[in-house]
């Protein structure tokens, strides 16, 4: 059975929908819940500011909305009476789901959710999914029982 279930978490719809089966889940399981939320440095990153712009406002502004992100997932976790854990990833050059599933295997996690918008064809290419992308990624366990 699952005792660590990570969930990647953005606040979407897609990303509560997530939450809100795992955090079931681990209900069910007695299982501990961690919420991950990666920080997209990159995609903020245009090359124009100064560093010391970076480094003293848009960085320290996307660890607050990250962390407001992480504090409602935990409360709307919380409302299914699981433990929950949470932590603020920084994505500096991976995709985030390399980030997400380095993430999961420091933690030991047992089970990975991560929601996926389910995009097909040109939405898929210009916004990619990194769903699919954590599944090549993440070194598969046989059961053990």
């Known amino acids: ?7 990647a ?3 979407s719809d897609t990303s509560n929908k997530g939450l809100d089966e795992a955090a ?3 209900r069910l399981a007695k299982a501990t819940l961690c919420l991950v939320h990666v920080i997209e440095i990159t995609d903020h990153v245009t090359g124009f500011e100064p560093c010391e712009v970076f480094f003293n406002d848009a960085l320290p502004a996307m660890e607050r909305a ?5 504090r409602r997932a935990g ?17 500096l050059a991976a995709r985030s789901s390399e980030v997400i599933v ?14 996926t918008h389910g ?5 898929r290419l210009i916004y990619g999914s990194e769903a699919p992308h954590a599944t090549h990624r993440v070194p598969h366990r046989a059961s053990t029982g």
Not at 66 to 70: A, T
Not at 119 to 123: L, N
């Open 1 to 7: 059975m699952y005792r660590r279930i990570l969930v």
């Open 9 to 11: 978490v953005d606040g």
């Open 24 to 26: 079931e889940l681990a």
């Open 66 to 70: 990250g962390k407001r992100i992480l």
């Open 75 to 91: 409360d709307r976790a919380a409302t299914h009476g699981v433990e929950v854990q949470t932590r603020l990833l920084k994505n």
């Open 102 to 115: 380095a993430e999961a295997i420091a933690w030991h996690a047992d089970l990975i959710v991560i929601g």
């Open 119 to 123: 995009r097909h064809g040109v939405d």
